[in-house]
């Protein structure tokens, strides 16, 4: 698999991810009637949908300027894993889309040809 399908396919994980766990995460406070803080409903929705829709626009719909996309990405990846930190296994998956995206904005020096 080539490294611009691998982050196409990540970045389609990470953003539908947060996304769902957002929705998920807030319709399960609301149906178990916990009393908490509409502050907390609004931390799990905004740093997870909003996580998600950023790693989403800033992978798919913004191209140029390069430094755009990778900004959206990266802010979207952390927000997310402020989050998600508990699972251990998504933050690793922002990270590693982070660097993808990084990557194919900007080559590395061996991987251009000279």
């Known amino acids: 698999m080539t490294s611009g399908r691998a982050t196409i396919r990540l970045a389609w994980f990470v953003g539908l ?3 769902a766990m957002g929705i998920v995460e ?4 609301i149906v178990s009637q916990e009393s908490i803080a509409m502050d907390e409903y609004a931390f799990w929705f905004l740093s997870l949908c909003g996580g998600g829709v950023l790693v989403l626009v800033g992978s798919f719909v913004v191209k140029r300027p390069a430094w755009a996309s990778v ?11 402020v989050a998600t930190m508990w699972t251990l296994v998504l933050p690793v998956f922002a990270i590693a889309l982070l660097v993808l995206t990084a990557r194919r904005v900007r080559p590395l020096s061996s991987d251009v040809a000279a």
């Open 26 to 29: 807030v319709v399960v406070r």
């Open 17 to 19: 991810t947060f996304i």
């Open 71 to 81: 900004t959206l990405v990266a802010i979207g990846c952390v927000a997310g894993m």
